[in-house]
Structure formats: structure tokens, C-alpha cells
């Protein structure tokens, strides 16, 4: 039969189109194209050159090693948890059949790949799981290799007992290979069972596609359009808010406050330009912008020039139509005082800057500065000390000859104590009078936003708009992350076992090590018809490009791992196998009058095998040798005295107790009582090293 499936499959791919791709309907793309040119590409620029270092360069090494290891314990559980499958959750089925497709991705090397794209569509509703599909384009050097292992694959799951196959079922008209699970037990919604778990495997002429949930809508396009050789990430900003409506199908009130009810997409590219990297974000109307998106792209008025103080971060500088402010602000439910709106607002400009600066010595809170641009200095100065109660007056101060004041605010850090200041037509405000005192000693002659030395303006169609300037300095950004924002990030980390990142700080290059390899960066914008684009060209791109890559290692990769998910299977497993370790344990009671002295006297007794215990791929099992040789390896420490835990997650006197602390702050903790349950024990207990129990 599967020889005979292979055949037909072979003989279709025969006759399709050499070019042939299936494209799925998706809310979110994600994509790399072009990959080979990438890789050529990449050691001629300045991001390159870095990772080329041999600090970055083993830093790299030893994430890949680490997020090899995570994939390899979280499939080691596939395998147990398969026959038992229909018993589990219907949202652990749906993603325990993404994981088995995907098991092919994992061992595919990059070199091979042309393009891989990442198709995400959201759950209309609570009985529609959401649609993973994973798409890849290999070389043709490849294809052979990649179709066996492709092939090999399908036929274990086809043949593991577990996934139902659905021989007559195609995929945008071509046969593939279509797979469901059990019917899951006791799964209802709205009073109708809910579709079993489904997953679906698709191969076209260099292109594979992977995917977990029933086979959605998808075209076959014979000759697609070439693209450049890049990343980017494209949102359907319509199919997007249509699947988070209200149950009237009213788009969320807060979503046409932001404008995004007008917006048809949004898409983010970044691409390889010479030395250095382009990165653009490109917004596409479904008609005239509204909300905040339109106040932010509707604006008039002069950019407000401010200088900004040592150790400056980044700057935003926008004309902004504050016309629309105040519906804004009540759709967003932000309060403001009346006063501010109907006193100050029509002082404003709709001119102004934004900065942020690195901590002062001995902080941690980003120093924060705004400048704005009024039509009339003096009506500013009396409409806000109308609008300052005398109760948040602190005492006036005076810095470069201007007049300022400063505000004590309760209950808020000692850090962020506000001040500000009417001068030059401009308000100047500061999170700290120090820091306000820095950003008005910064304004010197002809200085009129953050210094970007001669970091170019991006290339591109369409004129810059002069109501948009933002600018950073990535050497200044990863020498504050690194010292300050870093060390407070890993304190927070050391609390959340199953958030640990690839990366830690002492694998990543020193500030030192970084900065010849960094540089300043300016971006613009542009209008081109119903679209605009915000360009940055950079060492490292433009801000988003450049925070991703400074934190995905030490802090975003965490995600990876997946805790929520390793736990649930985990969690799975741990209640067959305190199952098995009840009934031995209550068969050693009914014949000798009390529980055993260890694991092993049950081992002895051919009541458990020595490793029945034991989840794939522990870290560090509990390990007893016994005097036949044997070895007893087990994942919960046992108790022959039961302990108790008391917890208002759960409580009872414990036998067995799970050693490894929960990998996510949700998940509970295996336990076996000695009455046999499994109390759901969460919290902080969860989390207690093992040798803290029976303390």
C-alpha cells in the first residue's frame, strides 16, 4: 500500500510544474528568502564581521547546542506519550501534532534551504485550534536526500497506530499525506464533541510543507514572483481583527482607536545592503488613516529641535495632529484631567521629540526626555500651573538660567520625579530634574536632535516626509543592556526555572568586543500613495531588527523552550507512571503490612522495572544500585515516611514527589499521595527544590 501511495505521489509530482509552490492562506507570514545568497552575503557586512568574532562566534555554537538539547528532551517524550494520546487534553493533542510534523524541520540543515516561510491563522473560535504550516524550498542538490527522510517520516506516523491516515484527502488539488488522531475523551464545546487532532504533510517539486491542524485553504501557483533575498514578516490586519472580534463582530473599540481598523497590512522586511542591513516597515491603508495611526501620520507642524544629553539612546521626533487626541485617549481609556485636554492641548503644536538616555551612575531607570512645540509660551506656562495641584508642587529650581519645576508624585520610585520647564517656545519635561537639567544644558547652537555623526539615510522611492525622524545608537543601546538592564534581567530569570534563554550574559561579547562593529542610525518616512514606509539603514538594521538581535539570546530565545508545553507532557507521562508505581506500592502493603523501604525492594519484586520511573531524557534522576547489579533510576524522590505538603494549590502526605521543579509557573507538580491520588499541586510548591520536602 505505501509503496503503491509512493508511486502515485512520485507520478503527480512528475507532471506538476517545475516551479510549482503551494502557497496557504494565512493571517501572519513569517519568511527567509534567498538563503544562499544570505549566507554569502553576510561576512562582507559589519554584522558579519561580529559574529565572526570568537566570542559571538561560540556564543552562537553553544546556543545551537543548547536548542538542540531542548528539542531533544521534549521529542524524547513524543514516543511515550503516543499510544495514550486520545486521553489527553484536546489543546496537548493539537500541539503534540505539530511537534510530530515539525520532527522533520528539526533535522534539516540550513545549507540545504532556499526559502522557509511560517504560516500562523488564529482559532475563529474555542473549537478551531489554531493553523501552523511550515513551508521550505530546498535546493535541488537536496531534494533526493530531503524526500526520503520526507517520506520516512510519513510512513512511521502512517504506521505508528496512533495517527488515522485519510488516503483520498488532497491539498490544494495534490495528495498528500493527511493524518488525524484518536477522538479525544470527554471534549465537548457547546454541547458538540470537538475534531480530533490533525496534522498534514505535503511535498511539491523543491518544496515541502509541514503542518499541525485540519489541511486549510491553499493555492498551487505555478510560477511565483521572485523575491529578494531577505526576512520579513507580513500581517492581514483585517483577517487579524475579523478573528479577535467582540461576539457581535464588532472590531474591539481599542483596535479603532489605534487606527488599525483601516489598515489592510503591515508588513516588515529587512535585507542585506552592502556593509549594512535595511530594514523597512511598510503600512498599506484600506482607506484614509484614522485613530492614533492617523494623528501620528497626519501632522503639520515643525519638529521641535532637541539635543540630547550624554549616553543618549534614541530619539523620536513626529509632527503628530492632535486634533484627534482626545477621542483617542477616551477609546484607550486613558485618564487625563479635563484641564490638560481643554487648558493645554490647544497651546500644542503637535510637534515633538522623544529621547531616552542611559541611567544615570548607579541607576536602572532609562532617563526620559519630551519636547514640545507651542503656539504660545506664555499661555502654555499659566495653562499648567492651572493644571498642577499645589500638593505636587516640589520646590522650583533654576538650570542653565531657565526656571523649572518640579513635581513630587506618591507612591512612584524615587527615580521618577518629574520636572519641566517653558522656554525657548518649547516645553521641555524630564523624568528627574537631573535629568531635566542635562537636557536644557544640552541645547547649544545649530544642535537640533540626537547626533547621528554621518550614519546615511536609507535609499528609496518616494520623498522622506519631514514629519518623522527617529535615530539610535546600537553601541550605546548593547553597552546599557549589557551593564545594567542585563545583570537585573538574570535576578528575575533565576526565579523561573523553565525560562532559562540560550545565551547567558558571560557568552556574549563584551561592550568592547561590540562597539567597532556598531554604529548610529537615522530612519525616514516615506509616502508612496496609499502606502508608508519607515526605512533604517544600519549596522544592525533599524530599531526592531536591533533589539531583536541583541536580546534574542539572553532573553526572548527563553521562549523556545517551550515550558508550558514540555510540562504537559511531562505532566501526561508522570500520571501513567504514578499509576503503575501506585499499584506496586499498594501490592507491596496488602502483602507486608507497610510501604517498602525503597524503590528498589519493588524492583526486586518484579513489581516495577528498573527504569519504569523514569521520564526520557531526566537530567538528574534519583539513581539506586542494587546488589544484583541493577541500576533504579527514578524522576520522583520516594518517601517511605509520607511528607506532608500543605498548599492551598493542593495537600495531602506524599509518597512519591516529582524532582525537577516545574518548568513553567502554571504547570503543576507530579505527586503521588498515599492514598493513592495525585493532588494538583501548584504555586510555590511547585517550584520547591526536592530536598526542601520533609524538612
Given at each position: 500500500m505505501l509503496r503503491h501511495r509512493a508511486a502515485v505521489v512520485l507520478a503527480l509530482?512528475?507532471?506538476?510544474?517545475?516551479?510549482?509552490?503551494?502557497?496557504?492562506?494565512?493571517?501572519?507570514?513569517?519568511?527567509?528568502?534567498?538563503?544562499?545568497?544570505?549566507?554569502?552575503?553576510?561576512?562582507?557586512?559589519?554584522?558579519?564581521?561580529l559574529l565572526g568574532e570568537p566570542v559571538a562566534h561560540a556564543a552562537l555554537q553553544q546556543a545551537l547546542v543548547r536548542y538542540r538539547a531542548l528539542v531533544q528532551r521534549r521529542n524524547a517524550l513524543l514516543g511515550p506519550l503516543r499510544p495514550v494520546l486520545a486521553e489527553q487534553?484536546?489543546?496537548?493533542?493539537?500541539?503534540?501534532?505539530?511537534?510530530?510534523a515539525w520532527r522533520f524541520w528539526q533535522e534539516v540543515d540550513w545549507s540545504d534551504l532556499r526559502s522557509v516561510e511560517l504560516a500562523f491563522t488564529p482559532p475563529t473560535d474555542l473549537a478551531t485550534p489554531p493553523r501552523h504550516v511550515l513551508t521550505f524550498q530546498c535546493t535541488p542538490r537536496a531534494e533526493g536526500r530531503l524526500t526520503a527522510r520526507f517520506e520516512r517520516l510519513a510512513n512511521e506516523l502512517r504506521q505508528s497506530g496512533v495517527w488515522r491516515p485519510a488516503d483520498n484527502e488532497k491539498i490544494a488539488g495534490v495528495p498528500g499525506h493527511v493524518l488525524r488522531g484518536p477522538q479525544?475523551?470527554?471534549?465537548?464545546?457547546?454541547?458538540?464533541?470537538?475534531?480530533?487532532?490533525?496534522?498534514?504533510?505535503?511535498?511539491?517539486p523543491g518544496q515541502f510543507a509541514l503542518a499541525g491542524g485540519e489541511p486549510g485553504p491553499g493555492t498551487l501557483v505555478e510560477q511565483p514572483t521572485p523575491r529578494p533575498a531577505g526576512a520579513s514578516l507580513e500581517f492581514d490586519v483585517p483577517a487579524l481583527l475579523q478573528?479577535?472580534?467582540?461576539?457581535?463582530?464588532?472590531?474591539?473599540?481599542?483596535?479603532?482607536?489605534?487606527?488599525?481598523?483601516?489598515?489592510?497590512?503591515?508588513?516588515?522586511?529587512?535585507?542585506?545592503?552592502?556593509?549594512?542591513?535595511?530594514?523597512?516597515?511598510?503600512?498599506?491603508?484600506?482607506?484614509?488613516?484614522?485613530?492614533?495611526?492617523?494623528?501620528?501620520?497626519?501632522?503639520?507642524?515643525?519638529?521641535?529641535?532637541?539635543?540630547?544629553?550624554?549616553?543618549?539612546?534614541?530619539?523620536?521626533?513626529?509632527a503628530a495632529d492632535l486634533a484627534q487626541l482626545p477621542a483617542i485617549l477616551e477609546a484607550l481609556e486613558v485618564p487625563l484631567p479635563p484641564e490638560a485636554l481643554t487648558g493645554l492641548l490647544p497651546h500644542l503644536t503637535g510637534g515633538i521629540a522623544l529621547g531616552t538616555a542611559a541611567?544615570?551612575?548607579?541607576?536602572?531607570?532609562?532617563?526620559?526626555?519630551?519636547?514640545?512645540?507651542?503656539?504660545?509660551?506664555?499661555?502654555?506656562?499659566?495653562?499648567?500651573?492651572?493644571?498642577?495641584?499645589?500638593?505636587l508642587l516640589g520646590r522650583p529650581v533654576t538650570y542653565s538660567g531657565v526656571r523649572c519645576t518640579t513635581l513630587k508624585l506618591?507612591?512612584?520610585?524615587?527615580?521618577?520625579?518629574?520636572?519641566?520647564?517653558v522656554h525657548d517656545g518649547r516645553l521641555w519635561l524630564a523624568e528627574s530634574p537631573r535629568s531635566l537639567r542635562d537636557l536644557l544644558a544640552a541645547q547649544t547652537d545649530g544642535a537640533t536632535a540626537m547626533d547621528t555623526a554621518d550614519a546615511p539615510l536609507p535609499p528609496g522611492e518616494g520623498e522622506p516626509l519631514p514629519t518623522f525622524d527617529l535615530r539610535f545608537d546600537e553601541a550605546a543601546i548593547y553597552r546599557t543592556l549589557y551593564d545594567v538592564w542585563l545583570p537585573l534581567y538574570a535576578l528575575t530569570a533565576a526565579t523561573q526555572p523553565g525560562m532559562k534563554a540560550l545565551l547567558e550574559r558571560a557568552d556574549l561579547p563584551t561592550p568592547d568586543e561590540a562597539s567597532p562593529h556598531l554604529g548610529r542610525t537615522r530612519g525616514v518616512l516615506r509616502r508612496r500613495g496609499d502606502h508608508h514606509v519607515v526605512q533604517h539603514l544600519g549596522r544592525l538594521g533599524g530599531p526592531l531588527l536591533c533589539g531583536y538581535a541583541m536580546t534574542w539570546g539572553p532573553i526572548t530565545s527563553a521562549s523556545i523552550a517551550e515550558?508550558?508545553?514540555?510540562?504537559?507532557?511531562?505532566?501526561?507521562?508522570?500520571?501513567?507512571?504514578?499509576?503503575?508505581?501506585?499499584?506496586?506500592?499498594s501490592k507491596w502493603k496488602d502483602q507486608h503490612g507497610s510501604f517498602p523501604p525503597d524503590l528498589g525492594a519493588l524492583v526486586k519484586a518484579g513489581l516495577l522495572q528498573p527504569d519504569q520511573l523514569l521520564v526520557p531524557a531526566d537530567p538528574a534522576p534519583d539513581v539506586l544500585k542494587l546488589d544484583d547489579g541493577r541500576v533504579v533510576r527514578s524522576s520522583y524522590r520516594y518517601f517511605r515516611e509520607p511528607v506532608a505538603v500543605n498548599a492551598a494549590e493542593g495537600s495531602g502526605r506524599m509518597l512519591l514527589i516529582g524532582i525537577e521543579v516545574q518548568q513553567s509557573p502554571f504547570s503543576q507538580r507530579p505527586m503521588l499521595a498515599d492514598d493513592g491520588t495525585q493532588p494538583q499541586v501548584w504555586g510555590n510548591t511547585a517550584n520547591q527544590p526536592i530536598d526542601e520536602f520533609g524538612k
Amino acid at each position: 500500500m505505501l509503496r503503491h501511495r509512493a508511486a502515485v505521489v512520485l507520478a503527480l509530482l512528475g507532471s506538476l510544474p517545475a516551479q510549482a509552490t503551494f502557497v496557504p492562506e494565512a493571517s501572519i507570514r513569517l519568511r527567509v528568502d534567498g538563503l544562499t545568497e544570505l549566507f554569502a552575503a553576510l561576512p562582507a557586512t559589519h554584522i558579519g564581521r561580529l559574529l565572526g568574532e570568537p566570542v559571538a562566534h561560540a556564543a552562537l555554537q553553544q546556543a545551537l547546542v543548547r536548542y538542540r538539547a531542548l528539542v531533544q528532551r521534549r521529542n524524547a517524550l513524543l514516543g511515550p506519550l503516543r499510544p495514550v494520546l486520545a486521553e489527553q487534553p484536546v489543546w496537548l493533542q493539537s500541539s503534540f501534532a505539530e511537534k510530530e510534523a515539525w520532527r522533520f524541520w528539526q533535522e534539516v540543515d540550513w545549507s540545504d534551504l532556499r526559502s522557509v516561510e511560517l504560516a500562523f491563522t488564529p482559532p475563529t473560535d474555542l473549537a478551531t485550534p489554531p493553523r501552523h504550516v511550515l513551508t521550505f524550498q530546498c535546493t535541488p542538490r537536496a531534494e533526493g536526500r530531503l524526500t526520503a527522510r520526507f517520506e520516512r517520516l510519513a510512513n512511521e506516523l502512517r504506521q505508528s497506530g496512533v495517527w488515522r491516515p485519510a488516503d483520498n484527502e488532497k491539498i490544494a488539488g495534490v495528495p498528500g499525506h493527511v493524518l488525524r488522531g484518536p477522538q479525544p475523551e470527554a471534549s465537548e464545546h457547546n454541547g458538540e464533541p470537538m475534531a480530533p487532532a490533525a496534522l498534514w504533510l505535503l511535498h511539491t517539486p523543491g518544496q515541502f510543507a509541514l503542518a499541525g491542524g485540519e489541511p486549510g485553504p491553499g493555492t498551487l501557483v505555478e510560477q511565483p514572483t521572485p523575491r529578494p533575498a531577505g526576512a520579513s514578516l507580513e500581517f492581514d490586519v483585517p483577517a487579524l481583527l475579523q478573528a479577535s472580534a467582540n461576539p457581535d463582530g464588532t472590531v474591539d473599540p481599542v483596535a479603532v482607536a489605534l487606527g488599525l481598523d483601516a489598515v489592510q497590512r503591515v508588513a516588515w522586511s529587512a535585507r542585506i545592503a552592502g556593509e549594512l542591513l535595511l530594514e523597512e516597515v511598510e503600512l498599506i491603508n484600506l482607506r484614509a488613516p484614522s485613530g492614533l495611526i492617523g494623528a501620528m501620520l497626519g501632522g503639520t507642524a515643525d519638529l521641535p529641535a532637541q539635543a540630547l544629553p550624554k549616553g543618549a539612546l534614541l530619539q523620536l521626533r513626529v509632527a503628530a495632529d492632535l486634533a484627534q487626541l482626545p477621542a483617542i485617549l477616551e477609546a484607550l481609556e486613558v485618564p487625563l484631567p479635563p484641564e490638560a485636554l481643554t487648558g493645554l492641548l490647544p497651546h500644542l503644536t503637535g510637534g515633538i521629540a522623544l529621547g531616552t538616555a542611559a541611567p544615570a551612575t548607579g541607576g536602572v531607570i532609562p532617563r526620559l526626555f519630551a519636547t514640545l512645540g507651542l503656539r504660545s509660551a506664555e499661555a502654555a506656562a499659566t495653562a499648567l500651573a492651572e493644571l498642577v495641584p499645589p500638593t505636587l508642587l516640589g520646590r522650583p529650581v533654576t538650570y542653565s538660567g531657565v526656571r523649572c519645576t518640579t513635581l513630587k508624585l506618591p507612591d512612584v520610585p524615587a527615580g521618577l520625579q518629574p520636572a519641566f520647564a517653558v522656554h525657548d517656545g518649547r516645553l521641555w519635561l524630564a523624568e528627574s530634574p537631573r535629568s531635566l537639567r542635562d537636557l536644557l544644558a544640552a541645547q547649544t547652537d545649530g544642535a537640533t536632535a540626537m547626533d547621528t555623526a554621518d550614519a546615511p539615510l536609507p535609499p528609496g522611492e518616494g520623498e522622506p516626509l519631514p514629519t518623522f525622524d527617529l535615530r539610535f545608537d546600537e553601541a550605546a543601546i548593547y553597552r546599557t543592556l549589557y551593564d545594567v538592564w542585563l545583570p537585573l534581567y538574570a535576578l528575575t530569570a533565576a526565579t523561573q526555572p523553565g525560562m532559562k534563554a540560550l545565551l547567558e550574559r558571560a557568552d556574549l561579547p563584551t561592550p568592547d568586543e561590540a562597539s567597532p562593529h556598531l554604529g548610529r542610525t537615522r530612519g525616514v518616512l516615506r509616502r508612496r500613495g496609499d502606502h508608508h514606509v519607515v526605512q533604517h539603514l544600519g549596522r544592525l538594521g533599524g530599531p526592531l531588527l536591533c533589539g531583536y538581535a541583541m536580546t534574542w539570546g539572553p532573553i526572548t530565545s527563553a521562549s523556545i523552550a517551550e515550558p508550558w508545553f514540555y510540562d504537559s507532557m511531562r505532566g501526561a507521562l508522570a500520571r501513567l507512571q504514578l499509576e503503575a508505581a501506585w499499584t506496586a506500592l499498594s501490592k507491596w502493603k496488602d502483602q507486608h503490612g507497610s510501604f517498602p523501604p525503597d524503590l528498589g525492594a519493588l524492583v526486586k519484586a518484579g513489581l516495577l522495572q528498573p527504569d519504569q520511573l523514569l521520564v526520557p531524557a531526566d537530567p538528574a534522576p534519583d539513581v539506586l544500585k542494587l546488589d544484583d547489579g541493577r541500576v533504579v533510576r527514578s524522576s520522583y524522590r520516594y518517601f517511605r515516611e509520607p511528607v506532608a505538603v500543605n498548599a492551598a494549590e493542593g495537600s495531602g502526605r506524599m509518597l512519591l514527589i516529582g524532582i525537577e521543579v516545574q518548568q513553567s509557573p502554571f504547570s503543576q507538580r507530579p505527586m503521588l499521595a498515599d492514598d493513592g491520588t495525585q493532588p494538583q499541586v501548584w504555586g510555590n510548591t511547585a517550584n520547591q527544590p526536592i530536598d526542601e520536602f520533609g524538612k
